[in-house]
């Protein structure tokens, strides 16, 4: 007997909405539901599982490390997001690493369950190859950041992709200003562009000094997102013209 809630909280799964009810029935009696505290290690490189991850509570840090031993971030997976997706379509190994950011809650699915739901009507199957998509495009931004773009430039993408618009005390849009909160420390943000952490802090202090941002309790605010966005547009046009 498949447990309401269980079954629920898939339906709720923004990947899933549009799947079938027996799919979804299906799904709910395989399903894991497992919690992390910060740092565990819910995934490691290399791993033969096929297993589909939701994050239903908390945050979880996909990374790989290089030959040499460092580490970069790809991305940070807030509540309601999920990973393993790739693995369950080729059934490759695991290319990167996945740890629990805070105390995470998150559902495991099989690869075969959660690939019978996404596919089991037209609708859900659109919904996964979106999904898949919206990943081939980030990554492939990414790249060319790394590849185009010195690290100057690099820390001023990254803090506009983390940054959010700012807002007064009644919840609206407060001008052009962002914020990104709470504020990533230096060397996290060194590694989610593969930087090293001097370089971070020169451009740190660098952007404090023009203006373009400044140190807020609880977090950092970009007084000049235009600044920052006509820098890395006018970079990679040159790249573009090249």
């Known amino acids: 007997m498949v447990g309401t809630a269980s079954l629920e909280r898939l339906r709720r799964l923004a990947i899933l909405s549009k799947a079938s009810e027996d799919s979804l029935r299906h799904a ?9 505290g910060p740092g565990g290690l819910i995934l490691d490189l290399e791993d033969a599982s096929s297993d589909v991850w939701f994050v239903l509570e908390g945050a979880v840090r996909i990374q790989v490390r290089t030959p040499a031993g460092r580490e970069l971030i790809l991305t940070d997976i807030p509540a309601g997001g999920m990973f393993g997706e790739i693995a369950a379509i080729d ?15 998150l559902c495991m699915l099989p690869a075969a369950a959660f690939l019978d739901a996404a596919c089991s009507t037209p609708a ?5 190859l979106r999904h ?6 980030r990554q492939s931004k990414r790249l060319l950041e790394r590849e185009a773009l010195p690290v100057r430039l690099r820390v001023h993408a990254e ?3 983390l940054s959010r618009p700012r807002t007064g005390n009644d919840g609206r849009t407060s001008g052009e200003e962002r914020v990104i909160s709470p504020p990533p420390r230096q060397h996290v943000l060194a590694a989610r562009i593969g930087a090293r952490r001097e370089a971070v802090s020169r451009e740190f202090g660098e952007l404090m000094r023009q203006g373009t941002i400044a140190r807020e309790r609880g977090g950092i605010v970009i007084r000049r997102p235009d ?16």
């Open 124 to 128: 859900a199957c659109r919904d996964l």
């Open 227 to 242: 600044a920052l966005r006509r820098a890395l547009d006018a970079e990679l046009e040159a790249e573009t013209d090249l």
């Open 159 to 161: 803090l506009l992709r």
């Open 91 to 105: 059934g490759a190994p695991r290319t990167a690493a996945a740890t629990a950011l805070v105390k995470s809650s």
């Open 28 to 36: 709910a009696e395989v399903a894991s539901w497992r919690s992390y």
């Open 132 to 137: 898949v998509t919206e990943i081939l495009r």
